[in-house]
């Protein structure tokens, strides 16, 4: 995947993500997920429950985008994450992946879903005022 090394420790470094959707029509919703990362697919797994207004919005349109951020007030250290992606059902061993990062949930009914990254930027403030860090999907 060649994703740089630094996207992958701010997400490692984190574990909430802000999931913006939209139907067809354009109608914006979005919402805080507690996310596990997989490496190898460049996606993000969480869990949401179908009767949610996003869920029912990602199996209207499941191009999404999301954010991860570091809040500080210090401009030296300002980090952030913009996402862009697909949503897809989860894999069987999302699970596994999920529980694993947050070990309560092995008790819960859980319904995963998929953020394939299409695109991510990271802007890191700490490598220099404003520098991005780009990485796309190469297909």
């Known amino acids: 995947m060649d994703i740089d090394s630094k996207i992958e420790k701010f997400i490692k470094a984190h ?3 802000t999931l913006a959707t939209a139907t ?3 109608e914006p919703y979005c919402c805080n997920c507690f996310y596990a990362y997989d490496k190898e697919s460049a996606a993000f797994i969480f869990t949401s429950g179908m009767d949610t207004h996003h869920s029912q ?9 999301a954010s991860i951020v ?3 007030r210090t401009v030296g250290k300002i980090q952030g994450l913009q996402i862009t992606g697909h949503i897809k059902t989860a894999k069987d061993s999302d699970k596994t992946l ?5 070990p309560y949930t092995v008790i819960a009914d859980l ?3 998929r953020l394939e990254a299409d ?3 990271l802007t890191d403030n700490t490598l220099g005022f404003g520098k991005k860090l780009i990485w796309q999907r190469q297909e």
């Open 111 to 113: 319904t995963l879903w």
């Open 119 to 121: 695109f991510m930027k």
């Open 24 to 26: 067809l029509n354009g």
């Open 98 to 102: 999920y529980i694993k990062r947050f």
């Open 57 to 65: 919005m990602m199996a209207q349109n499941n191009c999404v985008a």
């Open 15 to 17: 574990h909430v993500l």
């Open 70 to 72: 570091l809040e500080t």
